[in-house]
């Protein structure tokens, strides 16, 4: 099944942490503390259904104060597609905004891995490739394309379950991604 088909499948937990995981791993375009989305994980799995909206809310309100950033004038377009990412996710993750939410992370999640790969033609559209196998794209984009599928299969196959293999599976990718936003600062120097 393909990425866009696994999103369109997804219940609202999947889309959630699909969302969250595409933020997650691009965490180092903020420059936040790698635990600083703990709380927002830890609300998905709160099975109970009692407090885990209000968990998911007050996580989202302290990671986006934050992580706020300056102003966006001079951040590159990566960082900001990150912001963005984070700006819109959804106080109510069981909500009717998660889906477009977490579709909408996904898009912007490989757009900041293609910028980011310096094997990857920028110019090209993100949507293309989630259709396409990885073996098309460069090497961070087919990996971040990978990362999200396996997390959507994670959560479909496993439920609540598979919460914590989809957590280290972003975590492997953010330090992927930290230790590329690090080669291209000293790049910059």
Excluded: F, N, Y
Excluded at 69 to 86: I, K, Y
Excluded at 90 to 115: E, F, K, N
């Amino acid at each position: 099944m393909g990425l866009v088909e696994l999103i369109a499948r997804a219940d609202t937990r999947g889309l959630a942490a699909s969302g969250l995981a595409c933020l997650d791993r691009c965490l180092p375009l903020l420059e936040g503390d790698d635990e600083i989305l703990r709380p927002l994980w830890a609300a998905l799995a709160d099975d109970t259904g009692g407090g885990s909206g209000r968990d998911w809310a007050d996580g989202l309100a302290k990671a986006r104060a934050e992580l706020a950033g300056p102003d966006a004038t001079g951040e590159d377009e990566a960082v900001l597609l990150a912001r963005r990412m984070l700006a819109s996710a959804p106080d109510d993750c069981a909500g009717p905004g998660t889906r477009a939410w977490a579709d909408a992370c996904s898009v912007a999640a490989l757009r900041i891995h293609r910028l980011l790969d310096p094997a990857a033609d920028a110019s090209e559209d993100a949507d293309v490739h989630r259709e396409e196998a990885a073996d098309g794209a460069s090497p961070l984009v087919a990996a971040e394309l990978r990362r999200q599928v396996a997390v959507l299969e994670l959560l479909t196959g496993h439920g609540p379950a598979g919460l914590r293999p989809a957590l280290e599976t972003s975590t492997e990718g953010r330090r992927v991604l930290r230790a590329v936003v690090s080669r291209r600062a000293r790049a910059r120097c």
